[in-house]
């Protein structure tokens, strides 16, 4: 008798929780205020303790990631070397196209976010969860950065911000899946949008007229249309795969993001705000 | 019950801060272990299925606060991890600690089962890829073995009257 009431008490309150949850989720889902005053203010107490943890013990996770990251960072090293040599064949050869050739350039690390001015950062951790969702950048509110800034390396975009506190700021990946970013393809006209797959840098293009000739190696960049959060020609990567539905009039187009999103160190928030 | 509660909150407070500065920076194939669930397996096996829910919602709101996943995610997952190694633990009669691990690593599994499920049904689809099963098998073999040590903390929070009312149920 005593047993089955705790387990109708149990049952309430699990159920309960569950609600409670469910509320959390929607409430967060509508852009509740408090939470994210909430997280702000947790990322500013916790970053100093970051900091300090993350000094004392790299010497340790060196050793670690040494130990169960060799055979990737040998392959690694490898697909580098492959792709420094192919690049570097690329920008010497003359049929390349000046349009093309410019993205190269970019990808060795010719600045292109022209006059914009950026903020230079420093990756102070990864995810604390497991699924890969953020970065922790060491420059916040006080350096002039906001939410929904993008955030590049000198290979490309890589993310925007999405908490800001005074001396500390998180992005959100583009490769998370989190948000949405419209792109052109460099050298036609089609545009499209794109967003994480899920695997690692590699994003999934879609809504292409299907009309517009789109091939296999194109180089896809922000799009910059009015309204959008991110400024034109940021470079997001170059598209693997193009599969057309002529029934939708729709492409749909893989693409794998230039930036390498292991083992960043250094970021760039570029300080742009759509107009109006 | 105050006692109690107090105790458990310097143990999210703890696993929290652990997670934070220590556990993350060691991972394995990018997947680092779960601290917040490990709390919440370890409450529902010391103490049943309704203290599981309940501490697995707490440390599971705490992770909420230091991600940007949507808030809430973390909370369902601790309760149903909570839950699942309490049911799971008061189903079976044993002592082997093996036993102990198993329920840990299903349990685990279960939370990061959910909570891939739950986030990819509010619009994160990369939640659910061939990471998940990563994620699972690592975080799952790392809260089988952390959850040892955890029960017995979770038995220092627990007031004794609650466990024996577990253990006679």
Redesign the interface.
């Known amino acids: 008798m005593a047993?089955s009431r705790?387990g109708g008490?149990?049952r309430i309150?699990?159920s309960l929780?569950?609600l409670?949850?469910?509320?959390?989720?929607t409430?967060?889902?509508r852009g509740?205020g408090p939470?994210q005053s909430?997280?702000s203010g947790?990322l500013t107490v916790?970053s100093p303790?970051?900091d300090?943890?993350?000094t004392v013990?790299s010497p340790?996770?060196n050793a670690?990631?040494s130990t169960?990251d060799q055979s990737d960072l040998k392959t690694e090293n490898e697909a580098l070397r492959e792709e420094n040599d192919r690049l570097k064949g690329q920008i010497t050869a003359n049929s390349i196209a000046k349009e093309q050739l410019q993205q190269l350039l970019q990808l060795v690390g010719i600045p292109f976010v022209g006059d914009t001015p950026v903020v230079h950062t420093r990756v102070v951790?990864?995810?604390?969860?497991?699924?890969?969702?953020?970065l922790e950048l060491d420059k916040g509110s006080s350096a002039g950065i906001e939410r929904n800034m993008p955030v590049v390396t000198g290979e490309g975009l890589i993310g925007k911000v999405?908490?800001v506190s005074e001396n500390r700021c998180?992005v959100?990946l583009l490769?998370?899946?989190?948000f949405k970013v419209g792109f052109s393809v460099v050298g036609t006209a089609a545009i499209g949008i794109a967003?994480?797959?899920?695997?690692?840098n590699s994003l999934r293009g879609t809504n292409l007229d299907s009309r517009q000739s789109v091939a296999v190696g194109a180089i896809a960049a922000t799009s910059g249309l009015a309204g959008s959060p991110f400024p034109p020609n940021l470079p997001i990567g170059t598209l693997t795969a193009v599969r057309t539905n002529e029934a939708a009039l729709e492409s749909t187009v893989d693409i794998t993001m230039f930036a390498n999103l292991n083992d960043l160190v250094y970021a760039d928030v570029v300080l742009w705000k759509p107009a109006g | 019950m105050s006692r109690s509660i107090i105790r458990y909150g310097l143990v999210i407070a703890s696993a929290a801060?652990l997670?934070?500065?220590?556990v993350?920076?060691?991972?394995?194939?990018?997947?680092?272990a779960?601290l917040f669930l490990v709390v919440a397996i370890a409450a529902g096996m010391s103490a049943?299925?309704?203290r599981g829910?309940?501490v697995g919602?707490a440390s599971?709101?705490c992770?909420?606060?230091?991600?940007?996943?949507?808030?809430?995610?973390?909370?369902?997952a601790g309760?149903v991890a909570g839950?699942v190694a309490g049911l799971l633990e008061f189903a079976t009669v044993h002592s082997a600690r093996w036993l102990t691990m198993v329920i840990g690593f299903i349990a685990s599994a279960a939370g990061?089962v959910v909570?891939?499920l739950?986030?990819s049904l509010?619009g994160?689809?990369?939640?659910?890829?061939?990471?998940t099963i990563t994620?699972m098998a690592?975080?799952g073999i790392t809260s089988s073995i952390l959850v040892l040590p955890m029960i017995r903390v979770c038995r220092w929070a627990d007031p004794d009257d609650l466990r024996l009312?577990a253990a006679v149920?």
Not at chain 1, 20 to 25: E, N, Q, Y
Not at chain 1, 125 to 134: A, V
Not at chain 2, 63 to 75: K, Q, R
Request: no cysteine.
């Open positions: 047993s705790r008490r149990a309150t699990i929780l569950l409670s949850a469910v509320l959390l989720l409430l967060d889902g509740s939470i909430v997280r947790i916790l303790i970051g300090a943890a993350s013990f340790f996770r670690w990631n169960f951790s990864g995810t604390i969860g497991n699924f890969g969702d953020r999405v908490e998180i959100s490769s998370s899946g989190t967003q994480g797959s899920g695997s690692e | 801060f997670q934070y500065t220590l993350t920076q060691f991972r394995i194939a990018g997947v680092s779960d049943g299925a309704e829910a309940v919602f599971g709101l992770l909420d606060l230091m991600v940007v996943t949507p808030f809430g995610l973390g909370a369902i309760l839950v990061v909570f891939a739950s986030g509010l994160r689809p990369d939640m659910l890829s061939l990471h994620v690592i975080v009312r149920r």
